[in-house]
């Protein structure tokens, strides 16, 4: 028995008014649809990045789950527009369940995420983007063939209609991008821009569909609001943690967290001030002694600046808290900062005494290789985003503009994953072959730990230097030797030379997948109860 759908009919006087009075409300539902699925895809993304992070494998399932969303919406409106020709109700159903669906994400993709946290980076973030963004992008991809089909009076308008209605849903796309990108997610979060981007996708259809004297769509008003009134629930009920989080922004970058709790520091827990990036420890200080440095690389990287005369200009590529920079002053170093985020300097004041005069540029750490003029004898890489390395830094030609940058008697320092060996330290073993490639001499410095708990610096200088005759007395324990890896260690065979054309991508994502499973075992669930909203 065919299943009928009680969309409510037309006659056909009614079909003509309608047609001729509704074709620019059908047009404002378009834009509102377009808007919805760039909203959906913006906060999708952003609400996998503190559970999975911000690796290649995390932006294709986005992508993808987004695509094949649209792809299933686009075929299945088809479908039911040729069923349900001229019905106008249908589309408000549509868009009704696309909203309800879009307010329900900040609700099913917590526990979701939560359930998949222990599996394979890419599964875990197909998984659960399946659940909580697939459905509403299925019925946004809806839309537009049905809104087609209601317009489409005459076959010979049929193209003239699909182009228009396509051109406005992609207009409010590229509005909601700017508007999401560059206000609404950073200032307000992604929780609260998901329930009332359901809401407003769903107001107009509710009130049509009470036009048409379809009063049982007044009843979808109450989980919307509903929605609302859960998400101030969820604040209010955020307890300790919230009260301890003392910054909390998000952003096309990621997630941002500032927030005084307990760490455990070797074998004691020390109360510590953390920044916490996609859930991700980025800063530590400790609240009882701020001089402590809770990563070890912040301690060493400072030390081969001991070559150079007080007053020497350093250039470091990523501040975060500004550990390192505290650090570098401390030995008498002058200081130019490059941060890409710009809510960092703002933190670093605020919270981990950053000194406000410290100036702080805004861009790209490649861009500012290429502008900035003068050179500098040591130039620090400390460019990690959570666990994603900024790739375009490290190719042949980006080493070459550091290069530009650097004095002849100069050191480049690039802070690096722990990996080395196998398919994991594949990329370090890349780095290390397209640094000598560029024309540096090249050491690499270990901090103390197994490879998912160090840190590999990569030293590149342009005259051989032997870095164990440094007098670091104190500082490092034991032989100074024993923290550099022999360069007969480092089998550069299988090698790439990373290149703009060729950044090895993938290489990225295998060391990036391995040290974010092996940290969301740890300290995910953890840092994820510390958030304002």
Same mark, same amino acid.
């Given at each position: ?9 037309? /006659? ?109 980076? +890419? ?25 087609? /089909? ?36 950073? &200032?307000?979060?992604?929780? #609260?821009?998901? *329930? ?47 009260? &301890? ?38 800063? *530590? ?61 703002? *933190? ?9 005069? +410290? ?55 690039? /802070? ?14 890349? *780095?290390?072959?397209?640094? +000598? ?66 950044? &090895? ?13 092996? #940290?969301? &075992? ?12």
């Amino acid at each position: 028995m065919p299943i009928s759908l009680n969309l409510g009919t037309l /006659n056909g006087n009614a079909k003509v008014r309608f047609f001729t009075m509704n074709r620019k409300y059908l047009f404002l539902l378009s834009f509102l649809e377009g808007s919805a699925v760039m909203a959906c895809e913006l906060i999708g993304a952003k609400m996998l990045a503190p559970y999975f992070g911000t690796s290649l494998y995390v932006w294709a399932a986005a992508l993808g789950l987004t695509l094949g969303g649209l792809m299933t919406g686009y075929f299945t409106g088809g479908l039911l527009s040729k069923k349900y020709q001229n019905q106008p109700a249908l589309l408000y159903w549509i868009m009704i369940a696309a909203g309800f669906f879009t307010a329900l994400m900040p609700y099913t993709s917590e526990w979701i995420m939560q359930t998949t946290l222990a599996w394979t980076l +890419q599964w875990g973030a197909v998984f659960s983007l399946l659940i909580f963004m697939f459905p509403p992008l299925v019925f946004m991809g809806m839309v537009s063939p049905v809104i087609i /089909n209601l317009l489409n009076t005459e076959i010979k308008d049929a193209g003239n209609s699909a182009g228009t209605v396509y051109a406005i849903s992609t207009f409010g796309g590229i509005l909601t991008t700017f508007l999401f990108g560059f206000y609404i997610i950073p &200032q307000i979060g992604i929780n #609260y821009p998901a *329930v009332i981007t359901g809401v407003l996708l769903s107001l107009l259809p509710i009130f049509s569909l009470m036009r048409l004297k379809i009063y049982v769509a007044a009843g979808a008003l109450l989980p919307l609001l509903a929605g609302l009134l859960g998400m101030q629930w969820k604040i209010d009920a955020g307890g300790q943690e919230a009260a &301890q989080t003392l910054y909390h922004s998000e952003g096309i970058l990621g997630q941002v967290k500032v927030a005084d709790l307990p760490l455990l520091a070797g074998e004691r827990t020390i109360p510590a001030r953390a920044l916490i990036v996609n859930n991700t420890l980025q800063t *530590v200080m400790s609240l009882e002694d701020p001089a402590y440095d809770f990563w070890q690389y912040t301690k060493y990287i400072p030390l081969f600046t001991m070559g150079y005369p007080e007053g020497s200009k350093v250039l470091l590529l990523g501040m975060g808290g500004g550990t390192l920079v505290s650090r570098i002053h401390e030995r008498g170093m002058k200081l130019d900062v490059v941060e890409i985020d710009g809510r960092m300097k703002e *933190v670093a004041v605020n919270y981990f005494g950053l000194p406000p005069d +410290q100036e702080v540029f805004i861009d790209d750490a490649r861009h500012f290789l290429k502008t900035a003029k003068g050179k500098y004898p040591v130039i620090i890489y400390d460019t990690f985003i959570s666990e994603s390395a900024p790739e375009h830094i490290l190719t042949m030609e980006g080493l070459n503009d550091a290069r530009q940058r650097l004095t002849d008697d100069g050191v480049l320092l690039i /802070n690096f994953y722990g990996y080395l060996e196998g398919n994991r330290g594949a990329i370090t073993r890349c *780095v290390y072959k397209t640094l +000598q490639a560029a024309g540096f001499y090249v050491d690499l410095f270990t901090t103390p730990g197994s490879e998912q708990e160090r840190n590999l610096l990569l030293i590149g200088s342009l005259e051989e230097k032997n870095w164990a005759d440094l007098p670091v007395g104190g500082v490092l324990p034991g032989d100074p030797a024993d923290y550099f890896i022999p360069a007969n260690f480092v089998d550069t065979t299988t090698a790439k030379v990373l290149t703009d054309k060729a950044p &090895q991508l993938e290489m990225y994502a295998r060391a990036s997948a391995d040290w974010r499973k092996l #940290y969301n &075992q740890s300290y995910t669930l953890f840092f994820s109860k510390y958030k304002k909203y």
